[in-house]
Structures are given as C-alpha cells and as structure tokens.
C-alpha cells in the first residue's frame, strides 16, 4: 500500500460462496474479507489462516464431546464476573 494514510478501496476477487456469506480477497493487498450479510471482517492473510484453524478446533471438539452440545444449563465464565448461568 503506498499511502497508508488514506483508505483506498480493496479490490475484491471471489474465494468462496455459501448460504451465510462469502469469502474475497484482495490481490493488491493481500488482506481476505469474511463477508456475513451485513457484517464484514478483514484479515491480514496470516490470521485468517489463524482464525480457520481456531474455528476447525471448535468445530472437532463440538463434534467430539457431547456435553458441548448440552443445550440444557451451561456455566459460562464472563470477564469480571466470576459466572454467570446462561440457559438456552
Ligand atoms: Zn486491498
């Protein structure tokens, strides 16, 4: 980026397509955007490769251990808080 004082618009390339959202990036840049309705998050690419691994994890140890998926009373730590019972 040459000027990194001014905001200058990312051209957008299609990575990915789904239901919830798609997934851009930027050739110039190199930055990815995760597209989610009227959300969008932009990451410098060694992050979203962070942020991937982080929700396959999540996603391996929902898949493995029931007691994640319990939706009767969970206790939740908040910050500040020592906890706080969420019910779904
Ligand atoms: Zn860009």
């Known amino acids: 980026m040459a000027n990194n ?3 200058v618009e990312c051209r957008q390339v299609l990575v990915a397509n789904s239901d919830i959202g798609h997934v ?3 050739p110039e840049c190199g930055h990815v955007h995760v597209n989610l309705r009227s959300l969008t998050v932009r990451f410098e690419m060694e ?3 962070e942020l991937v691994d982080m929700l396959g994890f999540a996603q391996k140890r929902l898949d493995a251990d029931p007691a994640l998926r319990d939706a009767e009373t969970k206790t939740v730590s908040v910050s500040g808080i020592d906890s706080a019972v969420v019910r779904h």
């Open 5 to 7: 004082n001014r905001y």
């Open 24 to 26: 851009t990036t930027c």
């Open 47 to 49: 992050a979203f490769r």
